[in-house]
């Protein structure tokens, strides 16, 4: 009976479209806000699009040469961000299905190809 429930949320929750906009920010406040409805406040992916908030709301002070960087990077965040859009539309949970989320984890090696 538990899994049945759960087959038919997870069908209900796939044909319930998701918010887009071309704000990141917001995007990010739209996912946060689904991670809440569809998996659980502080659960599923709620680090990753925590973390994403704080890299695109921090003050951009920085040097000509350091600023290009950063902004190549938050750049390539936004594969991330659509990755986690699609991963919550398909109602498909686990950092597997995140082939981008190297980007949050410095240190691995993959990390250092940036």
């Known amino acids: 009976m538990i899994e049945e429930r759960k087959r038919n949320f997870i069908k209900k929750q796939r044909k319930l479209e998701i918010g887009r906009s071309?704000?990141?920010?917001e995007q990010l406040q739209i996912l946060l806000k689904e991670n809440g409805i569809r998996i659980g406040d502080g659960e599923?992916?709620?680090y990753y699009i925590q973390t994403l908030i704080e890299l695109f709301t921090a003050p951009q002070d920085y040097s000509d040469q350091?600023?290009?960087?950063?902004?190549?990077y938050l750049m390539s965040?936004?594969?991330l961000v659509?990755?986690?859009y699609e991963a919550f539309q398909r109602m498909t949970y686990g950092e597997e299905d995140l082939?981008?989320?190297y980007l949050l984890h410095p240190r691995l090696s993959r990390f250092k190809e940036l």
């Open 77 to 79: 965040l936004h594969m």
């Open 66 to 72: 350091v600023r290009d960087e950063v902004a190549k």
């Open 22 to 25: 071309t704000d990141i920010v």
């Open 44 to 46: 599923g992916y709620h």
């Open 82 to 84: 659509d990755e986690l």
């Open 99 to 101: 082939t981008h989320s």
